[in-house]
């Protein structure tokens, strides 16, 4: 008798994989801004390949107002290689990616994103784990 009480409820209850929230807005908007910020320092610099990336995980983040930026860099000649451009692509991988571990905890895609980003043991044993 019980269970012919308790079954019903439990098809009310949502699934555990269906229970994920979505992505955090707040962490996007600031993923987006990361990249478009990088991409316009690349600009200055004249790094178009590098800016052209950054434009593009800006967009995947849900960046606005990228297209205007997309273009100017499209029609940049590109520059000679910069070495504050090392320095500074360290410091926004690691940033990117301390965001993109935030998201990871709503869809195991930004935790690739974050592994892909700035790779590390940790990083990787998470991508691990959620594959199981």
């Given at each position: 008798?019980?269970?012919?009480l308790?079954?019903?409820?439990?098809?009310?209850?949502?699934?555990?994989?269906?229970?994920?929230?979505?992505?955090?807005?707040?962490?996007?908007?600031?993923?987006?801004?990361?990249?478009?910020?990088?991409?316009?320092?690349?600009?200055?610099k004249?790094?178009?390949?590098?800016?052209?990336?950054?434009?593009?995980?800006?967009?995947?983040?849900?960046?606005?107002?990228?297209?205007?930026?997309?273009?100017?860099?499209?029609?940049l000649?590109?520059?000679?290689?910069?070495?504050?451009?090392?320095?500074?692509?360290?410091?926004?991988?690691?940033?990117?990616?301390?965001?993109?571990?935030?998201?990871?905890?709503?869809?195991?895609?930004?935790?690739?994103?974050?592994?892909?980003?700035?790779?590390?043991k940790?990083?990787?044993?998470?991508?691990?784990?959620?594959?199981?």
């Amino acid at each position: 008798m019980r269970r012919a009480l308790l079954l019903p409820l439990l098809a009310l209850l949502p699934h555990p994989a269906l229970a994920k929230d979505g992505p955090d807005p707040k962490t996007l908007e600031k993923v987006a801004k990361v990249w478009t910020d990088y991409a316009r320092w690349l600009k200055e610099k004249g790094q178009k390949d590098e800016a052209l990336l950054a434009i593009a995980r800006a967009r995947e983040a849900g960046g606005k107002d990228v297209d205007a930026l997309a273009k100017e860099v499209e029609a940049l000649e590109a520059a000679d290689a910069d070495p504050a451009v090392a320095k500074r692509r360290e410091e926004v991988h690691k940033e990117a990616a301390k965001l993109y571990d935030r998201l990871g905890k709503a869809d195991d895609a930004w935790l690739l994103r974050a592994a892909e980003t700035e790779p590390s043991k940790a990083r990787i044993g998470k991508l691990a784990s959620s594959v199981k």
